[in-house]
């Protein structure tokens, strides 16, 4: 498993190795899984050029290193009605409402609502392929040349799209190398994929950024909610080791995405500083 990150059109690519890739192949369609999420999001699909619910993430031929690559772009998620806002009668002001802007159209115009069914649909997805993705190498002899730095799961629920991940004793030196400090594009990715989803809204009082925290290596994803973000484990104290990261409040797909974009562009960087 590899992660990248596009900035534009905002997109995470996941990649995995031929060695695994018959296994997501081979997911039938009858999997209680594929049924529960199919009944809800729209169906299962799997071709040559699309994979997952609703067909939404993009399936790349394999390149000369033996990676398929699933793209993953990011939807718009906050959206308009094309009719006038009956609050305010399409002016997009309201004296009533902060600084005189009509929060039911944030000053456009047009009443405002978020989109959650590409989104949910992405998300479990996602969710399908990296949990079988970590359980397809258990007890195999993998051939890939290239060293895996981190690999995650998600989940896809009411009121809970979490993420973990574990992060490898390589990708750790390489945060111990570069801590205690921030890290400015994992930060920006995460930054252009809210804006990428919500519009170039910038309204809210929570930090978006990525940090390594201590010269130990600490690293710390921290996304819009209450105390959401993607941490280390409780209890990490290995001087040497790698480390396991969970998260905190994590509600909804934005805020999972989000989070994804940053180890995806931490990722990145991490492969293109130490040559791999």
Not at 27 to 35: D, F
Request: aromatic share 10%; proline share 5%; glycine share 8%.
């Amino acid at each position: 498993m590899k992660l990248a990150w596009i900035e534009s059109p905002a997109t995470i690519i996941l990649f995995v190795h031929e060695d695994i890739i018959e296994e997501i192949d081979s997911i039938p369609i009858t999997a209680p899984i594929i049924e529960h999420f199919s009944s809800k999001l729209g169906p299962y699909i799997s071709t040559s050029d699309q994979w997952g619910f609703q067909g939404c993430l993009k399936r790349l031929p394999k390149d000369a290193d033996g990676f398929t690559a699933f793209r993953i772009e990011l939807p718009i998620i906050k959206k308009f009605r094309d009719e006038l806002c009956s609050h305010c009668d399409g002016t997009g002001k309201n004296e009533e409402h902060w600084k005189g802007i009509c929060l039911h159209c944030e000053g456009n115009g047009h009443p405002l609502f978020y989109d959650w069914s590409l989104a949910e649909a992405i998300s479990a997805s996602i969710t399908l392929l990296a949990n079988r993705i970590k359980f397809s190498w258990i007890d195999r002899e993998l051939t890939a040349k290239t060293p895996q730095l981190l690999s995650f799961e998600t989940c896809t629920d009411t009121r809970n799209h979490a993420i973990g991940a574990e992060c490898s004793s390589i990708l750790v030196n390489w945060f111990r190398a570069h801590g205690p400090d921030d890290l400015e594009e994992p930060t920006r990715a995460m930054q252009n994929a809210w804006k990428t989803m919500m519009g170039n809204s910038d309204d809210h009082p929570y930090p978006i950024c990525a940090e390594i925290s201590s010269e130990s290596g600490r690293l710390f994803l921290h996304c819009p909610g209450d105390a959401c973000g993607l941490f280390p484990s409780f209890g990490h104290d290995d001087p040497f080791g790698g480390y396991e990261l969970d998260c905190h409040n994590l509600d909804d797909a934005m805020q999972q995405f989000t989070l994804l974009a940053g180890l995806a562009a931490t990722e990145m960087q991490a492969r293109k500083e130490l040559g791999l």
